[in-house]
């Protein structure tokens, strides 16, 4: 029988249109920002996960399994900085998707496509 994140997932390939992606957090996140050096690019598209959700489904806290991705801003910094693999979410967390020894799996969901 399939978990409830494989169903989540799955949904989320199809349904969704392949809005969806999912990772680890490296050693760089904090409790203000998921870092994924796997994200890193020398091509610029911080829109990439604008308005997505990102989720920490084995998060801590249940207070921060769920977040945001804002639209990019260097100044704040909030958004997706494609330049160095971290997404800065709507909020902050309590604790870190990082936790000093290991990272936490991620999941980002997009929104529906409009057709």
């Not at 199809?14 to 996140?29: C, H, L």
């Not at 207070?63 to 909030?78: A, E, K």
């Not at 958004?79 to 998707?97: E, H, I, L, Q």
């Amino acid at each position: 029988m399939a978990t409830l994140t494989q169903i989540r997932q799955q949904f989320a390939r199809v349904e969704m249109m392949q809005q969806f992606a999912a990772g680890t957090a490296t050693s760089g996140s904090t409790t203000g920002l998921l870092e994924d050096i796997s994200l890193k690019s020398t091509i610029a598209k911080n829109d990439l996960y604008e308005g997505w959700h990102l989720l920490r489904p084995a998060a801590a806290a249940a207070g921060d399994r769920l977040r945001q991705i804002p639209t990019y801003n260097s100044v704040g910094p909030v958004g997706f900085d494609v330049a160095n693999g971290k997404m800065y979410p709507d909020r902050v967390w309590t604790n870190s998707p990082w936790n000093g020894a290991s990272g936490e799996a991620y999941e980002l969901h997009g929104q529906p496509c409009g057709f």
